[in-house]
């Protein structure tokens, strides 16, 4: 049933599915009147449904069922990311939304060489909310973007655990182990970080984070350092 799962963001007693979700049911799963599909509205409900009528261009069905979902994560984990280059900020975004990130960050920073734009910004909520779909989430990660570092430091206030992967922190300064509440992590782009926005971030209450001797890429790292996280939070159990 994983594949009849429909992202609709207004679910009504009648809701119509049309764009990116309607082609999807008309011309992959070639859904017909009477079948069961599953919407989830990002929010973390999700509705049993029926399909009552599929036309040239929208698909009609009205729900059955409604319930709240079970796949979130007890602990809200953050994930900030420096723009990457090609696709590797969409890769790194559909990890996240696997493993289960709540909010996923992308800034420029010093040693960024890749760009955002709108078109860019709209591609990874897309890639967050099919990503959503395919593991059974109900809630979207926002996607959000962050044109500097102090900006994107800025988001994580509120987070009890700030933790920043550096390239040359010759230790961690917080216990991985020991985390038991949200965590913000931060992870550079492939040009990693300038010394001083080391210090930035360590003066806006983020804890240095080592991830070992070698050097990782920025996506590994990105996606080594959340799915540590969690696992360390129990939510990968
Ligand atoms: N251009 C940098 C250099 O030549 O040293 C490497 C940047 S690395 C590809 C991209 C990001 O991944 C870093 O800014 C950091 O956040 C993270 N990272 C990679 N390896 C790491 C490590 N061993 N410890 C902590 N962070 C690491």
Do not use: W
């Not at 099919?130 to 959000?144: D, F, G, M």
């Not at 994107?152 to 040359?168: G, R, T, V």
């Not at 949200?182 to 991830?211: M, N, Q, R, T, Y």
């Amino acid at each position: 049933m994983s594949s009849r799962r429909f992202f609709a963001p207004c679910v009504a007693p009648e809701t119509v599915l049309r764009g990116d979700e309607f082609s999807h049911a008309r011309t992959v799963l070639r859904l017909r009147e009477g079948d069961e599909i599953v919407l989830f509205d990002g929010t973390g409900r999700e509705y049993d449904a029926i399909v009552r009528s599929v036309g040239k261009t929208e698909l009609v069905c009205g729900v059955v069922g409604e319930r709240v979902a079970d796949k979130e994560c007890r602990v809200p984990v953050r994930l900030l990311v420096g723009a990457l280059k090609g696709d590797k900020t969409e890769l790194v975004v559909q990890k996240a939304t696997e493993l289960g990130a709540a909010s996923v960050g992308v800034f420029s920073s010093r040693y960024c060489s890749a760009y955002m734009n709108e078109n860019k910004l709209q591609r990874l909520e897309k890639v967050a909310r099919e990503a959503a779909r395919q593991c059974l989430r109900a809630s979207v990660p926002a996607v959000e973007y962050y044109p500097d570092l102090a900006a994107a430091l800025a988001s994580c206030a509120e987070y009890d655990n700030k933790l920043f992967a550096c390239e040359f922190a010759q230790r961690s300064d917080a216990d991985l182990h020991a985390l038991r509440s949200s965590c913000a992590l931060v992870v550079g782009s492939e040009g990693g970080f300038a010394p001083e926005e080391f210090e930035a971030a360590k003066a806006a209450g983020f804890a240095g984070i080592s991830l070992g001797k070698r050097i990782l890429r920025a996506e590994t790292a990105a996606i080594a350092f959340l799915a540590v996280t969690l696992f360390s939070l129990g939510e990968l159990e």
